[in-house]
Each structure stands twice: as C-alpha cells, then as structure tokens.
C-alpha cells in the first residue's frame, strides 16, 4: 500500500515561489496517476493538478494554469509541484493523492484513494 509525504510548504510572500515534493513509498509509483489538491479553512477541498502514469500529459486548473507546473519523477518516487507567482488566495493545505486503482480521472477526488497528510502553503500580502 503506496503512502505520500509531503514537503516543501511554508510562508510566502506573494509574488514569491514555492516547490512541494511528495514522496511515494510502497506500491509501484510508476502505475499511479498523481494528483495535487488544496482545501483553505472553512472551505472544500478542489482539484490544482494531476499528471499522468509517465509523465507525458498534466491537467490544471483554471485558477493556477500558467503558475503552477507538476511533474514527477518516477526514478525517485516522487511528483512536486511548482508554485509561482503565489496569490493570498493560495493560501490553503496542499495534499498530494494517487489513483492506485487506475481510475484515470484527473480532477475527482474520488478517483484518488491513498492520500498524504498535507503541507500548508501561506501566502502573505
């Protein structure tokens, strides 16, 4: 059973840039679609990105195309996220998920069933 650790959270300032890493231990992470999603105090939790099983195809959404890249590296075990230009409406935990049972939908949460614990990202004005 594939667990996530995730890393690389911390306070910001807007305009600054982070990068989160999660980990992957367990399982065979190169099978797996990888997922990142947010969710702020007080609010639900939504779909930032997902990559595919190799690399080759990532999905975004809306509100972060153009500042956030994912990509992973399956030698290591390991999806990041890339966060540019950060907004106060960043602000949220960012966990990491994977879709060990193959579902292949990018922006469900359903469609994810092993879950990382989160890294919380705060951005200040």
């Known amino acids: 059973q594939v667990q996530l650790v995730e890393s690389g959270g911390g306070l910001v300032q807007a305009g600054g840039s982070l990068r989160l890493s999660c980990a992957a231990s367990g399982g065979t992470f190169s099978n797996y679609a990888m997922g990142w999603f947010r969710q702020a105090p007080g609010k639900e939790r939504e779909f930032v990105a997902a990559i595919s099983r190799s690399g080759g195809t990532t999905y975004y959404a809306d509100s972060v195309k153009g500042r956030f890249a994912i990509s992973r590296d399956n030698a290591k075990n390991t999806v990041y996220l890339q966060i540019n230009t950060l907004k106060p409406e960043d602000t949220a935990v960012y966990y990491c998920?994977?879709?060990?049972?193959?579902?292949?939908?990018?922006?469900?949460?359903?469609?994810?069933?092993?879950w990382g614990q989160g890294t919380q990202v705060t951005v200040s004005s």
């Open positions: 998920a994977a879709d060990t049972r193959l579902i292949g939908w990018r922006t469900a949460s359903s469609a994810y069933d092993r």
